[in-house]
């Protein structure tokens, strides 16, 4: 390859090549391939010096082939001081990595032959960056104190309310409704325990189903979704909205 690109007039110290050219980068130790952008300036002996982050393999133990996008052979790259432009590298050639080391197939991608770094629990709670110490701060997880109480109240306040009981709905900042419960648990839309509503005024946001999903039924307009620490079941007669009577 050396003897074909000096003869085409580029030798030592003028080789050709600028920009960057994408390869895909394989290994005679590995089984997987890596899709990689790399400059065109780079000289063989940089070049390998990269490829050693890819395929783990000493710059000084790997011997270079390039393929084109057809699989063809079109030479070694063998030069150390030429440049990867001066080779005829173009997008979606191939260059395979031939390790001379002596290691084994599969040898840099067998986890188990890793030494593990071990922490003790204790030293490990020590540590301000870690996970733990993250879901702690944030209260995430099961250290939302918080919100464990919260939810478990809501099955609590949630298993006591019947399908079909009337109810009082008492919300922030606005006035009682009463309503017919319609259902009773868990939601799409968001966490936590739900109560589904008939309102007995077109007080509520739809009828009944939220998304593509429904989970009962009523008139438009007549259906809410509100916590269970809202709703009061008890014996509240049906409101008349009057509209008999208008027709």
Same mark, same amino acid.
């Given at each position: ?10 030798? %030592?110290?003028?080789? #050709? ?5 994408? +390869? ?29 982050? +890819?395929?783990?393999? /000493? ?28 080779? %005829? +590298?173009?997008?979606?050639? !191939?260059? *395979?990595?031939?390790? =001379? ?22 030293? &490990?709670?020590?540590? /301000?960056?870690? #996970?733990?110490?993250?879901? !702690? =701060?944030? $209260?995430?997880? *099961? &250290? ?5 109480? !919260? ?15 009337? $109810? ?6 606005? @006035? ?9 648990? =868990?939601? *799409?839309?968001? @966490?936590? &325990? ?7 005024? @077109? ?11 429904? &989970? ?11 916590? /269970?620490?809202?709703?009061? %079941?008890?014996?509240? @007669? ?10």
């Amino acid at each position: 390859m050396k003897a074909a690109v000096e003869a085409a007039g580029a030798g %030592p110290g003028s080789w #050709l090549g600028t920009g960057s050219v994408s +390869v895909v980068v394989s290994s005679s130790l590995n089984t997987f391939c890596a899709h990689k952008r790399y400059s065109t300036g780079l000289t063989i002996a940089e070049f390998k010096c990269k490829l050693e982050l +890819v395929v783990g393999s /000493p710059a000084s133990c790997m011997d270079l082939e390039l393929y084109g996008a057809e699989e063809e052979l079109l030479g070694r790259l063998d030069c150390d001081e030429a440049l990867l432009g001066s080779y %005829p +590298v173009a997008d979606g050639c !191939r260059v *395979h990595v031939i390790d =001379q080391s002596g290691a084994r197939m599969g040898e840099y991608e067998d986890v188990l032959q890793v030494e593990k770094y071990k922490i003790t629990e204790r030293d &490990y709670k020590k540590q /301000p960056e870690s #996970l733990w110490s993250f879901l !702690r =701060q944030q $209260c995430w997880g *099961h &250290y939302d104190a918080e919100g464990t109480r !919260r939810r478990a109240q809501e099955a609590v306040l949630a298993a006591a309310l019947p399908l079909g009981a009337r $109810c009082q709905v008492r919300l922030l900042g606005q @006035p009682s409704k009463l309503a017919t419960i319609m259902f009773v648990g =868990q939601t *799409h839309f968001k @966490p936590g &325990y739900w109560v589904g509503v008939r309102y007995d005024e @077109p007080l509520g946001k739809h009828d009944g189903s939220v998304g593509s999903r429904r &989970y009962f039924e009523c008139q438009p307009k007549y259906g809410a979704f509100v916590k /269970p620490q809202s709703v009061t %079941p008890g014996d509240f @007669p049906e409101e008349e909205d009057g509209l008999e009577d208008e027709l």
